[in-house]
């Protein structure tokens, strides 16, 4: 079974504030993927990576960076939190393009 | 670019009537993966059915779909509606192409007694 953890599952930030949520796979898998979700809306790509020590920008990659330094992890980075950024975050990994493996998902909060 | 179309937002059903979710999608490559998430509440999404066969129908958990690459559709079905089925649905695309994969908006479906 494939296993994608992320940390923290919950966190409360401040404006102007620096977060950093990441994200551990042990499946081995290439592609790795960060979204965020609002409520009651669907998911969005923040940023990607399909190798170690490179990462794409996704769909709305503003506001975020991404660091994939091993293959196992990859971590988004919100260098100055702003209240827009509240929402719940997931992590997944793929091999390949095939089925993705989604992580309990990270709620933030920015006050 | 590629993208994926989910035409309902939100579809409310009464149990035991039959579910049809619509998925389109638009690619220039010839050979995409489609496939549908399931997202019940508080909990993550997970994969329902995939295809990347023409025309074959693909079923799991009572669902089931066909990928119509002639139209470009992968529509979600399932026969009778249960309770359970309540969930947020997504439609997804991945092709080498592009390298990535394409989330719809997600369709709510909310079934009632």
């Known amino acids: 079974e494939a296993a994608v953890t992320q940390s923290p599952r919950s966190k409360v930030a401040v404006t102007g504030g620096k977060v950093t949520l990441s994200c551990h796979q042990t499946n081995n898998h290439d592609y790795m993927y960060w979204y965020r979700q609002d409520t009651g809306h669907g998911l969005r790509l923040i940023h990607y990576s399909y190798v170690a020590d490179s990462t794409e920008k996704g769909d709305i990659p503003d506001g975020y960076k991404a660091s994939r330094p091993s293959q196992e992890n990859f971590s988004l980075i919100l260098e100055l939190a702003s209240l827009s950024q509240t929402a719940v975050y997931f992590c997944?990994?793929?091999?390949?393009?095939?089925?993705?493996?989604f992580g309990p998902g990270t709620r933030l909060t920015v006050l | 670019g590629d993208s994926v179309t989910q035409t309902e937002g939100l579809v409310t059903l009464t149990e035991g009537l039959p579910v049809m979710l619509n998925c389109t999608y638009q690619?220039?490559?010839?050979?995409?993966?489609l496939f549908w998430y399931v997202q019940h509440l508080n909990e993550s999404p997970r994969l329902l059915l995939k295809s990347f066969t023409d025309n074959k129908r693909t079923e799991h958990q009572g669902f089931h779909a066909t990928l119509h690459k002639s139209s470009s559709s992968f529509h979600l079905q399932k026969s009778s509606a249960q309770l359970s089925d309540s969930a947020l649905y997504y439609c997804a695309l991945s092709d080498r192409g592009n390298n990535r994969i394409f989330f719809g908006d997600g369709t709510q479906l909310v079934v009632k007694p």
């Open positions: 997944a990994s793929t091999r390949g393009l095939g089925e993705q493996y």
């Open positions: 690619t220039i490559y010839s050979n995409p993966f």
